[in-house]
T-cell receptor, first 114, second 111 residues
């Protein structure tokens, strides 16, 4: 069965600190896709990144970076020099290659304080 | 409009009533998905369509929930005999490939 675990329910940091959000997934499929979404207080879901199971290269986009490690079934997300605007709930999600539904974690609520 | 729209945006209903939630996908998008998000939880898959065909309804919680997309465009999610546990944000998304365009959601409150 597929499962996504985000063990950190809430994280609070002070602006400019680096913060890492953990995501651990379970799947029996060899082909799968991992996603991160941001849900700001306004409620919409904002796509951040997709990674397929065959591409373990880490990715950096501005202050955001992602570390994909198949050996530990983890897809962690780091925000460098956090800002107040980064305050949101962040969701990790999994989709296998055989169907179209996304399996979501429970989310990590990040509060960045000035 | 260019995005996915949903109506109503807010719905308050009494327990036992039926409700119909509407989703207008982006024009030309083949796939349409319904997700439900309870307060403090992650989204939960309900069902999805390719064109008018319902491809997967494994996430529908019980037979009070049904969905249709008769002409391959607009979709309606119907909840019969609503219960308080049905209270949640119901989100629709449409796509051409893997990228999901989410609508703003319908906040359903069952009193």
């Amino acid at each position: 069965a597929q499962k996504v675990t985000q063990a950190q329910t809430e994280i609070s940091v002070v602006e400019k600190e680096d913060v890492t959000l953990d995501c651990v997934y379970e799947t029996r499929d060899t082909t799968y896709y991992l996603f991160w979404y941001k849900q700001p207080p306004s409620g919409e879901l904002v796509f951040l990144i997709r990674r397929n199971s065959f591409d373990e290269q880490n990715e950096i986009s501005g202050r955001y970076s992602w570390n994909f490690q198949k050996s530990t079934s983890s897809f962690n997300f780091t925000i460098t020099a956090s800002q107040v605007v980064d305050s949101a709930v962040y969701f990790c999600a999994l989709r296998d290659g055989n169907n179209r539904k996304l399996i979501w974690g429970l989310g990590t609520s990040l509060a960045v304080n000035p | 409009g260019a995005g996915v729209s949903q109506s109503p945006r807010y719905k308050v209903t009494k327990r036992g009533q039926d409700v119909a939630l509407r989703c207008d996908p982006i024009s030309g998008h083949v796939s349409l998905y319904w997700y439900r998000q309870a307060l403090g939880q992650g989204p939960e898959f309900l069902t999805y369509f390719n064109y008018e065909a319902q491809q997967d309804k494994s996430g529908l919680p019980n037979d009070r929930f049904s969905a249709e997309r008769p002409e391959g465009s607009i979709s309606t999610l119907t909840i019969q005999r609503t219960e308080q546990r049905d209270s949640a944000m119901y989100r629709c998304a449409s796509s051409l490939d893997w990228f999901l365009y989410f609508g703003p959601g319908t906040r359903l409150t069952v009193t």
